[in-house]
């Protein structure tokens, strides 16, 4: 069964920066589109950013030129780099993965979960 294994989440106030971290598995990570979901209390799970096996990426509006995503195939890692947080990024964020690179999302694989949470 594959696993994906999140860290990274905390408090940061606003303005602050994060990274999260999720570890998969090394035989298929390499195949893998990666993706960034949230969810919010109350609100439905959103994606927030995705990454192809050959590293091409997308975003969600309300994250674009604050959110990075990335990917270390040599560590069967992928990261999001999130910069800049507001009070309306605090949520579960969830690792999602999957093979193909145009198959749609969200995958069947998903983390466990970390929470962010900005607040002064």
């Known amino acids: 069964q594959v696993q994906l294994v999140e860290s990274g989440g905390g408090l940061v106030q606003p303005g602050g920066s994060l990274r999260l971290s999720c570890e998969g598995p090394?035989?298929?990570?390499?195949?893998?589109?990666m993706g960034w979901y949230r969810q919010a209390p109350g609100k439905q799970r959103e994606l927030v950013a995705t990454?192809?096996?050959?590293?091409?990426?997308n975003y969600a509006d309300s994250v674009k030129g604050r959110f990075i995503i990335s990917r270390d195939n040599a560590r069967n890692t992928v990261y999001l780099q999130m910069n800049n947080l507001k009070p309306e990024d605090t949520a579960v964020y969830y690792c999602?993965?999957?093979?193909?690179?145009?198959?749609?999302?969200?995958?069947?694989?998903w983390g466990q979960g970390t929470q962010v949470t900005v607040s002064s």
């Open positions: 990454i192809t096996s050959g590293g091409r990426t």
């Open positions: 999602n993965a999957g093979p193909g690179d145009n198959a749609p999302w969200p995958r069947a694989t």
């Open positions: 090394r035989i298929v990570f390499s195949i893998y589109a």
